[in-house]
């Protein structure tokens, strides 16, 4: 199997919002339609807050991705505004999808705090990690995240934070290195 690592490219969105569909189990939750428009609003956000976005290739398929911020560099890009806010307006009409939207603001409600629990000195983020989950185990999250550290030490970042849930694989973040800093519980309702 051939891995390639690249720039997100706007052919690769229905791949990447497949993938956090199936990771976020939104495909549970939503129908399909709703489950993909969630997942593409998922995605539109985390570009938002992201200065490099990466996204993993087997075989030329799209078949994860990593995004981060680095604190020192201009976030603010049109293109990423406009496609946050056609995402927003896509979904923002469904009864259905004001759920979803619900939780988001309560997990991002949730991160806040914890961010200030944490009281760290932090200049960099991982914004979204995802990689298709038939592929786990082959090294394509290995090297996406070495490629973000790389990222964020390139520019000049020494403390980053990560923001996950019990659907993660925690061994891997503390394989590589990172401390949990603080945990918080909550019931996510989708």
């Keep these: 199997m051939e891995i390639n690592i690249r720039d997100i490219e706007r052919k690769n969105i229905d791949a990447l919002a497949e993938i956090i569909c199936n990771t976020w189990g939104f495909n549970d939750s939503f129908s399909p339609s709703l489950a993909y428009k969630i997942g593409r609003l998922y995605l539109a956000e985390s570009l938002y807050k992201s200065n490099f976005t990466k996204v993993a290739f087997a075989d030329g398929k799209a078949v994860g991705l990593i995004l981060a911020r680095a604190e020192n560099l201009k976030n603010f890009d049109v293109q990423k505004s406009l496609y946050l806010l056609k995402c927003m307006l896509s979904v923002i009409f469904n009864f259905e999808a004001l759920r979803a939207l619900k939780v988001f603001a309560d997990i991002e409600r949730q991160n806040t705090e914890l961010y200030k629990e944490a009281a760290g000195d932090f200049d960099g983020e991982i914004t979204l990690f995802a990689v298709d989950e038939a592929l786990r185990g082959f090294g394509i999250g290995k090297r996406l995240y070495t490629a973000a550290l790389d ?19 925690y061994g891997f973040y503390e394989h590589e ?3 949990r800093l603080k945990e918080k519980e909550m019931l996510i309702p989708l």
């Excluded at 990222?151 to 694989?169: H, I, S």
């Design 177 to 179: 290195g990172a401390i």
């Design 151 to 169: 990222f964020l030490k390139d520019q000049g970042a020494k403390n980053y934070f990560v923001f996950t849930d019990t659907t993660c694989n």
